[in-house]
């Protein structure tokens, strides 16, 4: 056999194993309409809002309201009910990150805020400072909100966005991942994620609850 046959056996690499390293989670998860749970929330914010006379503080919002961040310490049912779901779905993740064994040690601190938004108002680009995941439930959203998909969509980059700098074939870099909010859909996703919230251009209301959660294994 010539150098050269022998070198065409060598440069057989279809037995390369390749792997995914680093990950990013996105949960999503839709909690059903239990006993009409959703308006019940959405009466909670507005009354909220009502007794605020709709102020707040600026954070990532331009326009829009949003309440104190203390939401958790309510005693009302259906703010306890939606803060069971948001540890429920921490639960979830941990076991299927972790293990279902060290999800039963999981321990867990939710600050817990709603927000509402109305025509034209959106949220800038932002991270989440001092806690593990943002949590986020829909309860309600506007009918329609025209033909731009991005029109009260919640928009998470990449990020790693400097690796699109070099071309790499067959990878993509710098994307974004567009979700599209609908009554009872939470969604998940580590607090060091850069995220914004579009504006939409149709009349309605989209009423959302946001969280920081801490969490860690006892
Ligand atoms: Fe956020």
Not at 66 to 79: A, V
Request: charged content about 20%; proline content about 8%; glycine content about 6%.
């Amino acid at each position: 056999m010539t150098v050269l046959e022998q070198e065409k056996t060598v440069l057989d690499a279809s037995s390369a194993r390749m792997e995914t390293i680093f990950p990013t989670y996105l949960v999503t998860h839709h909690w059903p309409n239990v006993d009409g749970l959703d308006a019940r929330l959405c009466a909670y914010a507005k009354a909220e809002m009502a007794r605020t006379d709709g102020l707040c503080s600026t954070t990532t919002n331009v326009g829009g309201w949003h309440s104190p961040k203390s939401l958790g310490t309510s005693s009302n049912p259906d703010i306890q009910a939606l803060l069971r779901r948001f540890e429920s779905l921490v639960f979830e993740t941990t076991a299927r990150t972790a293990s279902p064994d060290n999800a039963k040690r999981l321990e867990t601190r939710i600050d817990m805020w709603c927000n509402v938004n109305g025509i034209q108002d959106y949220n800038e680009p932002h991270i989440h400072r001092d806690c593990t995941w943002v949590g986020v439930y829909y309860a309600e959203v506007p009918e329609d909100t025209g033909p731009d998909p991005r029109a009260g969509a919640l928009e998470v980059f990449d990020p790693r966005p400097a690796a699109a700098l070099v071309p790499t074939p067959g990878m993509e870099f710098d994307l974004t991942r567009l979700v599209v909010p609908q009554p009872g859909l939470m969604v998940l996703f580590p607090s060091w994620l850069t995220h914004m919230v579009h504006p939409f251009r149709t009349q309605g209301r989209r009423i959302s609850f946001a969280s920081n959660i801490k969490a860690r294994l006892a």
